[in-house]
C-alpha cells in the first residue's frame, strides 16, 4: 500500500496499536457506554392496555439491544426518565394490520410499495408491518430501501430510533448484505452526530450484515468522527488503516481535507492538495471544494479564489457548487463586482457547468442586498427565458429586496408571478410584501395582502407587528388597534417587540394616555415589555413636559428588568433643558453613572446646549474638560454648538479661541463648520477673522458657494464694496456660477450703497446667464427705486 507517513506527519494523531476489540478511537468515558443494555421496569398501569403479545417498559434503547431475542412482536414503550434518550423517543408509529397487506406478499411486491409511498413514516410502519406476515423474509434489498428511508428522513420525523429494530431484523433473518447496506446504516449514525452508534455498527459489521468492512465503510466511519468534531479519535482511526492494512483512497483523504478546513488549518490543508497531486491521488472536485468552502466561511477570499483558478489549470472541473460558494463568499464580503466577474465566468459556457436554481437565489439574494435591484430583476427574468425553476427562496429574496428598497411595483409583479405559478407564498415571503405595502403607505392592499395571509394560514407575530407598525405610520389609529385586539387572542400572543410598536405608535400619533394605559396593563399583566416600549413614553412625556410622569415610568422600568439606555436618560435631560429646569437636568446628568448608564457624547451635547443658551459658560468649560478627560471625542454638534452658544451671546474673541483650541487638537472641520463660524464673525462684523478662514477654505480647496455668499454680504454690510467685488470675482476663478442667492447678496449690496446703475446691469447679467428673479429681487429694486425718488 501506499505508505500515509507524510500525511500523518501533517495531522498530530497517537500511533498506539490495539486489537481491533479494542480499538484506539473508541470512547472509553462513560457516556459511550451508557445504559449498554436495557433495565427492566414494572409496567405502569396505561402500558398494560396495549394490545400487544410482549411489551416491555425500557429505560434506555441503544444499538446493542438484541431484537431477536426479544421476540419480533415486542412493542417497546420508553421511560421518559432518561434525558438523553427522551426527545428521541416521543413519537410512535401506528401498526398497519396484516390484513391490509397484499395477499400475495413478496419481497418485490413489497419494494414496490415502499418506493410508492412518499411518507418516509408511512414506509417504515409498513415494513414493520409486514414483517409479522407468517411466511415473509424481507430481502437485502427491502432492508437497504427502509435504511435509505430512514436515513434520508428530516430529523424532525424522529425516525432514527427505528435504526436498530432493522439492523436486529436484518441479524434475526440472517440476511447476507453487502457492504451498501451497512454503509447506508452507519452515514445516518454520522449524520446524526452519532459515532459511538456509528462505530458499534463498524465493529459488528460481520455479525449484524454478514459482510466485512472495506476502505469505503472506514471512510465513512472516519466521516462519521468528523462532523461530530471528535477530531483526535478521527486522527487516531485514520492512524489504524494503516494497522489493519486498509489503503487510504482519495475519499479518505477529502475527509481529512474536511478536518484541516473545520480547523481552519488551510496551510496543512494546501500543503495535502499538493501531496495528492505528488502521489497520483489527482484530487477531484469535492476536494477543491471543501478547501474553497473552507476558505469561504472563514472570509479568505483571496486564496479561495487561488485554489478555484488552479482547478483548470490542473484539469479539475469546477462543479456548480464551487462557483455557488465563491459567488456567495464575495457577496458575503460586500464584494460585488467580483461576485459578478465570477456569475460571468459561470456563463461564459467554458465549461460544461451551467448555472443551478441555487445559483440564481445566491446572485438574487446578493444583489438584492447591495440595493442592486435593476440587476435582479434582469437575473430573474434570465431564469424565467432558461426555464430553471424558481422556489420559495427565489421569491421571497427578490420580493424582500425590491420592497426594501422601494420597489413596490417590481415587488407585486414578483409576487403575483409567484402566485400565478402555483407556489404558495410562506410567512416569509407574506411578510416581506407586506411590510413594503406598508412603508408605501398602499394600506387598502395591505388589508387584501392581510385577508390573503389569513386564507393561507401564515400570519404569526412578526405578521401582526409589520400590519401594527404600518397601520399607526399611516395614523390608521383605531385599526391598529383593532388588530391589537385580535393579537391578544392568537395562540402565540405578543412578542418583545409589540409592545413597543404599537406604544411608540400611539405616541407619536398623540394618544399620550392611551399608550400610557396600555403599557400599565402591560406590567401588571407581565406582558413581555422591551426597553423600547418604555423608551418611547419616557420620550414623548418628556416632550411633552410631563416630567414627573416620565419619572414614574423610569422607576417602573427598573422594577420590571429593564436597564436603563442612554436614549432614556438623554430624552429626560431633553426634557427638563426644555422646561427651563437645567439644574435638574444636571442632577439627572449626574445619577446616569450610578444608575448604571454613563453619558454618551450626545448626553453632553444636550447639556451643553442647554447649558450655552443660560449663558452659563464657565459651567460649559467644566463640562468639555470632563468629557475631553473621559476619553469621548467631540463631533461635529459639541463644536457646532459651543460656537453658536457663544457667538449668539457675541462672546466672538472666546469663539476664535475655541476654534484654534480645536484645530491644534486634531480636529477637522467641514464645510457647514466653517460657515457656521464665518457667517458669526461677519455678522459681528469681524471681517479681518473671518478672510483668515475663507482663505483656509480655498487654500484647502473646502469651500462652496455658501462661503462666498457670507463673505460678499459681510463686505456689503461693512460698506466694502471693493471687496466685496473681489468676493464676486473669486467665484468665477474658482469654476463656480453665482445663484439667484449671490445675485440679490450683491444687488442689495450696491442698492444699499446708492449704487443702482450696477445694480440694474448686475440684473440684466443675470438674465443672460439664465437666473430669473425671484420676489426678494423685484423687492430689493423696488425699495431701492423708492429711495433714490425720495432722496431726489
Known sequence: MKSCLPLTSLLTHSSRILKSESLPFSNPSPSSSHCRRPSVEPLPPSVARIP?????????????????????????????????????????????????????????RLLQLLKFEKDPRAAVTLFHSAILRPGYTHSPAVFHHVLRRIAAADPSLLLLPH?????????????????????????????????DEALHLFQNMETLFGCTPGVRSFNTLLNAFVLSNQWDRANRFFAYYETVGVEP???????????????????????LLGWLWEKGLRPDKFTYGTLINGMVKCGDLCNALEVFDEMPQRGVAADVMCYNMVIDGFFKKGDSLRAKM????????????????????????????????DECLEIWERMKKNERKHDLFTYSSLIHGLSEGGNLDGAKRVYKDMVGRGIRPDVVTCNAMLNGLCK????????????????????????????????????????????????????????????????????????????????????????????????????????EGRLDEAAE?????????????????????????????????????REMSIKGCSPTVVSYNILLNGLCKAERFI????????????????????YSTLIDGLCQSKMIDTVLRLWNLFLDSGFKPDIRMYNIVIHRLCSSEKMEHAMQLYSMMRQKNCINLVTYNTIMEGFYKVGDCEKASNIWANIFEDGLQPDIISYNITLKGHCSWGRLTEAIRLLDHALECGIFPTAITWDILVRAVIFYEALT
Open 52 to 108: 400487544s403479545p410482549f411489551v416491555l417498559f425500557l429505560k434506555c434503547p441503544t444499538p446493542a439491544l438484541s431484537f431477536r431475542e426479544l421476540g419480533p412482536s415486542v412493542v417497546f414503550i420508553f421511560s421518559p426518565s432518561c434525558g438523553r434518550c427522551r426527545p428521541s423517543h416521543q413519537r410512535t408509529l401506528p401498526r398497519i394490520p396484516t390484513s391490509k397487506l397484499p395477499k400475495s406478499l413478496s419481497p418485490r
Open 163 to 195: 435504526l436498530p429494530r432493522v439492523i436486529d431484523a436484518i441479524r434475526s433473518h440472517n440476511c447476507k448484505c453487502t457492504e451498501d447496506v451497512p454503509l447506508t446504516a452507519i452515514k445516518a449514525y454520522a449524520k446524526n452526530s452519532k459515532p
Open 249 to 271: 483512497n482519495l475519499e479518505t483523504y477529502n475527509v481529512l481535507m474536511k478536518v484541516l478546513c473545520k480547523k481552519k488549518q488551510f496551510d496543512k490543508a494546501k500543503r
Open 342 to 373: 465570477t456569475w460571468e465566468r459561470l456563463l461564459s459556457g467554458d465549461s460544461d457547468v451551467y448555472p443551478n436554481v441555487t445559483s440564481y437565489n445566491i446572485m438574487i439574494s446578493g444583489l438584492c442586498k447591495c440595493g442592486r435591484f
Open 440 to 543: 408605501a403607505g398602499n394600506i387598502e392592499e395591505s388589508f387584501q395582502l392581510w385577508e390573503e395571509m389569513k386564507k393561507y394560514g401564515c400570519r404569526n407575530v412578526v405578521s401582526y407587528n409589520i400590519f401594527l407598525n404600518g397601520l399607526l405610520e399611516n395614523r390608521k389609529v383605531e385599526e391598529a388597534l383593532s388588530q391589537w385586539d385580535a393579537l391578544l387572542e392568537t395562540a402565540w400572543g405578543t412578542d418583545s417587540k409589540s409592545y413597543g410598536i404599537v406604544v411608540h405608535g400611539l405616541c407619536k400619533n398623540g394618544y399620550l394616555n392611551k399608550a400610557l394605559r396600555l403599557l400599565e396593563e402591560a406590567v401588571q399583566k407581565g406582558g413581555d415589555v422591551d426597553a423600547f416600549a418604555f423608551s418611547s413614553m419616557i420620550n414623548a412625556l418628556c416632550k
Open 553 to 589: 415610568v423610569v422607576s417602573v422600568m427598573d422594577k420590571n428588568g429593564c436597564k436603563l439606555n442612554p436614549h432614556v436618560c438623554n430624552a429626560i435631560i431633553d426634557g427638563f433643558i426644555k422646561h427651563s429646569e437645567l439644574d435638574n437636568a444636571i442632577q439627572f446628568f
Open 619 to 638: 459651567e460649559t468649560y467644566d463640562y468639555i474638560k470632563e468629557m475631553l478627560e473621559k476619553g469621548w471625542k467631540p463631533d461635529i454638534i459639541t
